[in-house]
């Protein structure tokens, strides 16, 4: 099975930051690698899928890279919406498997 | 518009059955693979099962490997998930998901004495 590795699992940031989340597979699983965001109560929305793609009426601020092992989403200017926790997941190979969450608090 | 909603969750003692349904709308369901995935309270996602469109091959996650099984209508649009001896560790929230981003609101499975 792969083992997703998310960093940091908590973060406080400040409206108007960029925040960068990184999230490692224990093995290769190449662009097959999306990214979502939870508010408490909800659902994951999908932010990014296929590593870099940005899902149709998610702002332009989120962004997604990497490839292989190593993957980042990043937030280049936070706003009071986007504190919630997020996940990367990939769809590689079965099982699938979660990172185990990034925190994202106000400072 | 794509619509998943989860229903059969509730209090269950530990050792029993409980059969979780989810109900699709706004898409041509059995041509999709459908997934559940859940979520203990305060915890992080996780993956539990794999269904495809056909409803002929299926996966499933260790932890509840020979006490779930999934299953399919496609006539009636629905996907179940039926949970047998259940644990405490069970306790989540259980959502359907058409991957990737069509997840239903999630129903409460707590189980407890």
Known sequence: AIRMTQSPSSLS????????ITCRASQGISSYLAWYQQKP?????????????????????????????DFTLTISCLQSEDFATYYCQQYYSYPRSFGQGTKLEIK | ???????????????????????????????????????????????????????????YADSVKGRFTISRDNAKNSLYLQMNSLRAEDTAVYYCARWLQFWGQGTLVTVSS
């Open chain 1, 13 to 20: 940031a400040s409206t108007g930051d960029r925040v960068t």
């Open chain 2, 1 to 59: 518009e794509v619509q998943l909603v989860e229903s059969g969750g509730g209090l269950v003692q530990p050792g029993g059955s409980l059969r979780l349904s989810c109900a699709a709308s706004g898409f041509t369901f059995s041509s999709y693979e459908m997934n559940w995935v859940r979520q203990a309270p305060g915890k992080g996602l996780e993956w539990v099962s794999y269904i495809s469109s056909s409803g002929s091959t299926m996966y």
């Open chain 1, 41 to 69: 109560g909800k659902a994951p929305k999908l932010l990014i899928y296929a590593a870099s793609t940005l899902q149709r009426g998610v702002p332009s601020r989120f962004s997604g890279s990497g490839s292989g092992t």
